[in-house]
């Protein structure tokens, strides 16, 4: 039975039943270990919320930021390896650049070392068993007996709290039935002797455990135990510790596969961090296995005060330390290696300049991992489009009156990357509506919707006019000097609307669109009038009906691309959407 007050043990039974039935109960402790991570992570990003991932995608302009953005977020969800993914899956999206996913790596190597001082500090009074009993019956009482979310969340936090100590207490005590046996103990010694020895083993262990459990802080989380029951030496303690920092690199690693190569360099650089700072603390191990002690010696924690029995103490918090230490040295030694990594992360990894829209929106991993974080992807794939848009436009009036075979290429161009971005934004968001979602973001996803089409109309109607005016040039016809005139006025007044809307669109500006609308009554006012003049010069003779083909058409696809805005500019009007406007600036 538990022995609640001290944690000392568990009865077994004695014999090979009892040793399967204590290796049983280890990994039903690891299993409720990593479940209360989980929960605790889970419910800590609840009660941040959204506005905790958008600091993280737009908080990172330097260096320094990235470090403290990706250091106070870790140590919120206590997630080193999901801070790394969410990065990875930022710069697939093109929401992150790759120096500012460096800055949040570093910091989030840091964070990640909360959670096992945490630990250690509860660890060392030997009241882990009680401490996880209140813990979950606090949470679950928050849980199941309150309706109101915020404590739902909080109770969710105390109770993944609790559940972590309550898997390390039934690992801890449930080892102790096998540190009890002397045949098992004396091979459990050994294999432990050997990592002191062998510190690369250990390096090694440390990695595959945590690349197996898929938690840096579980794996350390058990060496502590393990120190401070005596049953591993600080020097072995060290060496798998090392080897739980490269261990945790794996998850951001799975995160990026299927991303693009950008996002493939941050995972890179990740492991590059972590790979090389183990490298050169296992070239320095002895001094830094040294220091350690000293700082063990120096605080009574490596057998050097005695507890109420008499029995010296081994404190699991200087392993914490030394994690502690290990981290800050590495992080901020890389924050002044960041050129040199960037430039060996492009030797590997080959990219363009720029991250490609088109190619990010086939990449939905970021729908799962954050709704929120992935509309304000669309919002930037939107952006590139209504430029993309403003320029196909602006191409089509330079070449009703100049014929110039650059701008009819650059108008195909334009126009296959319009309908292209329209399929897959469209596409994207179609992805989007399966996630869960507020009453707030599914009208963003409609407005979106409708956005994209007026957009892709409006791109229709500027291949038209380029293949008006060439079908023209190819007939060798020119406007007459009123006509080109009246153009000219007609366009000026378009292209005005045009780059209102594209400002507008942008900054989802309110204010900007209703300044821009009006535009739209004088295009359809100009489009009566300049028909009416039209008609008056060829029945005055002025020019021929032949000599005028298309000049119709021309002036009714003009007023079209009119209402096609003045759509875009409603959608911003009606509704003034400002939850994802610090994502623009």
Same mark, same amino acid.
């Given at each position: 039975m538990v022995n609640i007050l001290d944690g000392v043990s568990l009865g077994f039974p004695s014999g090979a039943y009892g040793n399967v039935v204590a290796v049983l109960y280890i990994l039903c402790g690891l299993g409720i270990f990593l479940f209360g991570i989980n929960m605790m992570g889970s419910s800590l990003k609840a009660m941040a919320g959204d506005k905790m991932k958008v600091i993280i995608a737009k908080g990172t302009n330097t260096p320094i930021k990235g470090m403290l953005v990706g250091f106070v977020t870790t140590m919120l969800t206590q997630s080193a390896s999901g801070t790394s993914a969410l990065a990875v899956s930022l710069v697939g999206a093109g929401l992150m650049t790759f120096g500012q996913a460096l800055g949040v790596l570093l910091g989030a190597n840091i964070g990640g070392t909360i959670l096992t001082i945490i630990l250690a500090f509860f660890s060392q009074f030997k009241i882990m068993p009680i401490v996880s009993v209140v813990l979950v019956f606090i949470g679950a009482t928050m849980n199941f007996f309150f309706k109101k979310q915020k404590i739902n969340q909080i109770g969710s936090v105390v109770l993944g709290f609790g559940f972590i100590f309550l898997g390390l207490a039934l690992i801890d005590m449930s080892f102790k039935h096998f540190l009890n046996d002397p045949t098992i103990n004396q091979a459990i010694v050994g294999l432990f002797e050997s990592l002191q020895n062998i510190p690369v083993l250990g390096i090694v262990v440390g990695t595959l455990f945590t690349f197996v459990v898929q938690s840096s802080s579980a794996t350390i989380g058990i060496v502590q135990e393990l120190f401070a029951e005596t049953a591993i030496s600080l020097k072995g303690a060290l060496a798998i510790m090392l080897g739980a920092n490269i261990g945790t690199t794996i998850t951001a690693l799975l995160a990026s596969l299927g991303s693009n190569k950008t996002a493939k360099k941050v995972a890179l650089a990740n492991i590059? !961090?972590?790979? $090389?700072? $183990? !490298?050169v =603390?296992?070239? @320095? =191990?002895? /001094?830094? #296995?040294w &220091?350690?002690?000293? $700082?063990? #010696?120096? &605080?009574?924690?490596?057998?050097? +005060? &005695?507890? +109420? +029995?008499?029995? /010296? $103490? =081994? #404190? /699991?918090? !200087? @392993?914490? &330390?030394?994690?502690l230490f290990f981290n800050i040295v590495n992080s901020f030694a890389f924050l002044f290696l960041l050129k040199p990594l960037t430039y060996?992360? #492009? *030797?590997? @990894? *080959?990219t363009e300049e720029g991250t490609s829209i088109e190619d990010s929106l086939l990449d939905y991993t970021l729908i799962q991992k954050s709704p929120t974080l992935a509309i304000a992807f669309v919002k930037s794939a939107l952006d590139y489009m209504v430029e993309k848009m403003n320029r196909a436009v602006h191409v089509a009036k330079s070449f009703a009156f100049k014929r110039d075979e650059n701008l009819l290429t650059e108008g195909a161009e334009l126009e296959k990357t319009i309908n292209c971005l329209d399929k897959r934004i469209h596409d994207y968001l179609i992805k989007l509506t399966l996630a869960k979602l507020d009453t707030n973001e599914s009208a963003i996803i409609s407005k979106y919707l409708d956005n994209i089409k007026d957009i892709e109309r409006v791109g229709d109607h500027c291949t038209n006019i380029l293949e008006f005016f060439e079908d023209r040039y190819s007939k060798d016809m020119h406007l007459s000097e009123d006509g080109v005139q009246d153009l000219e006025s007609y366009f000026s007044v378009l292209l005005t609307m045009v780059d209102g809307t594209t400002e507008a669109v942008k900054n989802w500006d309110k204010t900007r669109a209703v300044e821009t609308l009006p535009y739209e009554d004088q295009i359809d006012q100009l489009e009566e009038v300049l028909h009416e003049r039209h008609v008056h010069r060829v029945n005055s003779g002025y020019c021929s009906f032949m000599n005028t083909e298309h000049y119709v058409e021309i002036l009714s696809n003009v007023e079209r691309m009119g209402d096609h805005l003045t759509n875009i500019l409603d959608s911003i009007i009606i509704k003034d959407i400002t939850k994802y406007d610090e994502f623009n600036h």
């Open positions: 590059l !961090i972590k790979l $090389v700072g $183990v !490298i =603390f296992f070239a @320095i =191990f002895v /001094p830094y #296995n &220091l350690t002690e000293t $700082v063990a #010696n120096a &605080l009574k924690m490596n057998g050097q +005060s &005695l507890d +109420s +029995s008499g029995n /010296p $103490v =081994f #404190n /699991p918090m !200087i @392993i914490a &330390l030394a994690h060996v992360c #492009n *030797k590997i @990894i *080959k």
